[in-house]
């Protein structure tokens, strides 16, 4: 008859114990003993360690937070920072685009609010925040001269 390793065990420690009663053999293993280092082979085992090394985990997190840091916080606050420093350095003739996506010429500059043009046929203006301003827009070569002439008439 073939039994469970552990029964096996709890019967020839059992068979020991009745031959000699004062052997001091420990108990028998349970089917619900979770402390037996025993295999199933009946070699026995050592036991998995229970914590982490506190030092290590700490390091792979602080690697974690470093590449966090450097792919994704780092680019966003050099980007935001360029975007402050563009925005304080408008001027009027500017063109720039909200962020709602409307296209505009700065006419007046009055703290934080700006006066765009975005009709020139009509002289249509909006006056808006600063920070709605989602980019400046290039200056063509043509228009950089056309200005330049247009301060030369006005002196």
Same mark, same amino acid.
């Given at each position: 008859?073939?039994?469970?390793?552990?029964?096996?065990?709890?019967?020839?420690?059992?068979?020991?114990?009745?031959?000699?009663?004062?052997?001091?053999? *420990? *108990?028998? *293993?349970?089917?619900?003993?979770?402390? #037996?280092?025993? #295999?199933? #082979?009946?070699?026995?085992?050592?036991?998995?360690?229970?914590?982490?090394?506190?030092? =290590?985990?700490?390091?792979?997190?602080?690697?974690?937070?470093?590449?966090?840091?450097?792919?994704?916080?780092?680019?966003?606050? $050099? &980007? $935001? /920072?360029?975007?402050?420093? $563009?925005?304080?350095?408008?001027?009027? &003739?500017?063109?720039?685009?909200?962020?709602?996506?409307?296209?505009?010429? %700065? %006419?007046?500059?009055?703290?934080?609010?700006?006066?765009? $043009?975005?009709?020139? /046929?009509?002289?249509?203006?909006?006056?808006?925040?600063? #920070? =709605?301003?989602?980019?400046?827009?290039?200056?063509?070569?043509?228009? /950089?001269?056309?200005? /330049?002439?247009?301060?030369?008439?006005?002196?």
């Amino acid at each position: 008859m073939l039994l469970p390793h552990w029964l096996a065990l709890a019967s020839a420690q059992g068979d020991a114990a009745q031959t000699n009663p004062g052997a001091g053999s *420990p *108990p028998a *293993p349970t089917p619900n003993d979770t402390t #037996s280092t025993t #295999s199933p #082979s009946g070699q026995p085992q050592q036991a998995a360690p229970q914590g982490g090394d506190l030092m =290590s985990t700490l390091v792979l997190f602080g690697g974690m937070f470093l590449l966090l840091w450097l792919f994704l916080l780092g680019p966003e606050r $050099r &980007k $935001r /920072k360029q975007h402050e420093q $563009r925005l304080a350095q408008l001027k009027e &003739k500017d063109e720039v685009m909200t962020l709602g996506g409307i296209f505009g010429t %700065v %006419v007046m500059l009055r703290g934080d609010q700006i006066t765009i $043009r975005v009709d020139e /046929k009509r002289g249509t203006t909006l006056r808006i925040a600063r #920070s =709605s301003i989602a980019t400046i827009l290039p200056r063509e070569n043509g228009a /950089k001269e056309k200005d /330049k002439e247009s301060d030369a008439e006005a002196e």
